[in-house]
């Protein structure tokens, strides 16, 4: 079950560099934001998933 759910996350971490840096590149400092909240909130569900998966064995 969990692993479906850090796949995601760790792709929703990708996904959030690719903008920040791009949004960085172009001077587009709004897309760079988005992409830093995108980033973080994957790391925030990876941690969670962590977690559980420490509990549960």
Do not use: C, I, P, T
């Given at each position: 079950m969990g692993i479906g759910k850090k796949a995601k996350s760790i792709g929703q971490m990708a996904e959030g560099k690719a903008k920040e840096t791009v949004g960085?590149?172009?001077g587009n400092a709004s897309?760079?934001?988005?992409?830093?909240a995108?980033?973080?909130?994957?790391?925030?569900?990876?941690?969670?998933?962590?977690?559980k998966d420490k509990f549960r064995h």
């Open positions: 960085k590149a172009v897309l760079a934001r988005k992409g830093k995108e980033m973080v909130k994957g790391r925030v569900n990876y941690a969670m998933e962590r977690g």
